[in-house]
T-cell receptor
């Protein structure tokens, strides 16, 4: 158990819908990272927050957004969902920036 | 933009040493190079991290040459439980904090 929790574990929704994925980092970690893992694209970095502020952006679509709240939990919002958004979404946390990351169990999103 | 290359798969036998190399040009100058292990339906798990030369911990060693254009993860005496996918993670040369995972190397350990 990494100490990082993600909810929900599974999510099935229809194209065009909007969903919110939630992540609680390990106690004491200030950085939260979001990744997408699909069979054709592998592990893709989406975005990183540090102590509530956005610090780095990867290949995150404009339809996706994220935020980190004062209690350090984070949410990833995916809107106007397309079939190609079906993937595993991982959240990870670390103490600071550049430190080892601890990954959550992931949320499996299926868009039908 | 950083580009990473890893072998897609490798086979080994129990008790052997396994070396997995990740080629990564144009990486961030100040970031660590990190390796992760992933089992099916689980999140990646940290193995080892380094900046230059050699780093060793209780499970692996990491070799990074001076030019930092590659890194080699060394797993001593692998067992069946080391069968997994191994990824390198580097920072992009833009030094904006963007992170890039390698494509992953599937290691199959045979008895």
């Amino acid at each position: 158990d990494s100490g990082v929790t993600q909810t929900p574990k599974h999510l099935i929704t229809a194209t065009g819908q909007r969903v919110t994925l939630r992540c609680s980092p390990r106690s004491g970690d200030l950085s939260v990272y979001w990744y997408q893992q699909s069979l054709d694209q592998g592990l893709q970095f989406l975005i990183q927050y540090y102590n509530g502020e956005e610090r780095a952006k990867g290949n995150i679509l404009e339809r996706f957004s994220a935020q980190q709240f004062p209690d350090l939990h984070s949410e990833l919002n995916l809107s106007s969902l397309e079939l190609g958004d079906s993937a595993l979404y991982f959240c990870a946390s670390s103490v600071g920036q550049g430190n080892e990351q601890y990954f959550g169990p992931g949320t499996r999103l299926t868009v039908t | 933009l950083a580009k990473t290359t890893q072998p897609i798969s490798m086979d080994s036998y129990e008790g052997q040493e396994v070396n997995i190399t990740c080629s990564h040009n144009n990486i961030a100058t100040n970031d660590y190079i990190t390796w992760y292990q992933q089992f099916p339906s689980q999140g990646p798990r940290f193995i080892i991290q380094g900046y230059k030369t050699k780093v060793t911990n209780e499970v692996a060693s990491l070799f990074i040459p001076a030019d930092r254009k590659s890194s080699t993860l060394s797993l001593p005496r692998v067992s069946l439980s080391d069968t997994a996918v191994y990824y390198c993670l580097v920072g992009d040369s833009s030094n904006t904090g963007k992170l890039i995972f390698g494509q992953g190397t599937t290691l199959q350990v045979k008895p």
